[in-house]
């Protein structure tokens, strides 16, 4: 595998589901970002780890947990969500964050849609 | 508050002509700036970026172009391939700090 992976692609689940969504990046990268991206809507940035440390939490619900066990792998833990939660939901990574600018590789998302 | 703005949803040209992509921002702090390429069902990928200390980049058929006094910039695309057809996101960030997305603009060429 190369570049950044994301599991599951798509993603059905109901509102009082748990799930998680995996990411993974195989180029050495030591910043990850989670982004939600809306239909016809900027992407949003969501959680920004460095080094496995979290550096960004931009007022995302609780509903929404990221984890970083290390700087190769990012989850993002969903329970009680809502509809309006429904979206793609993107994984990047970066060389670093301090200092910039990097550009940033995404993986290819995962579409979610809560019912 | 979206400090990266891409008025233009949609942009369609004919194949062999060039392609504008236009981004404004107001950031006044915005240092560097990218433009990603996205299809569907991949994710966005890097195509282009440039300094505020440049007012132009190239790269084979892309040229990004920096008005900083206008708080603009553009892509082209020259000559535009129906391989080009895609969205594109203009993208800003400050000293190094997250980057601001547009809400992209959709290109279609067409053969």
């Known amino acids: 595998e190369t570049g950044v992976t994301q599991t599951p692609r798509h993603l059905v689940m109901g509102m009082t589901n748990k799930k998680s969504l995996k990411c993974e990046q195989h180029?050495?990268?030591?910043?990850m970002y989670w982004y939600k991206q809306s239909a016809k809507k900027p992407l949003e940035l969501m959680f920004v780890?460095?080094?496995?440390?979290?550096?960004e939490n931009n007022s995302v619900p609780s509903r929404f947990s990221p984890e970083c066990p290390n700087s190769s792998h990012l989850f993002l833990h969903l329970h009680t969500l809502q509809p309006e939660d429904s979206a793609l939901y993107l994984c990047?990574?970066?060389?670093?964050?301090?200092?910039?600018?990097?550009?940033?590789?995404f993986g290819p998302g995962t579409r979610l849609t809560v019912t | 508050d979206q400090q990266v703005k891409q008025n233009s949803p949609s942009l369609s040209v004919q194949e062999g002509r060039i392609s504008i992509l236009n981004c404004d921002y107001t950031?006044?702090?915005?240092?560097?700036f990218l433009w990603y390429k996205k299809y569907p069902a991949e994710g966005p990928t890097f195509l282009i970026s440039?300094?505020?200390?440049?007012d132009k980049n190239e790269d084979g058929r892309f040229t990004v172009f920096l008005n900083k006094s206008a708080k603009h910039l553009s892509l082209h695309i020259v000559p535009s391939q129906p391989g080009d057809s895609a969205v594109y996101f203009c993208a800003a960030s400050a000293s190094g700090n997250d980057m601001r997305f547009g809400a992209g603009t959709r290109l279609t060429v067409k053969p």
């Open positions: 440039i300094s505020s200390i440049k």
């Open positions: 780890y460095n080094f496995k440390e979290q550096t």
């Open positions: 180029l050495g990268h030591n910043a």
């Open positions: 950031n006044s702090m915005f240092d560097y």
């Open positions: 990047a990574s970066s060389q670093d964050r301090a200092g910039g600018p990097y550009e940033q590789y």
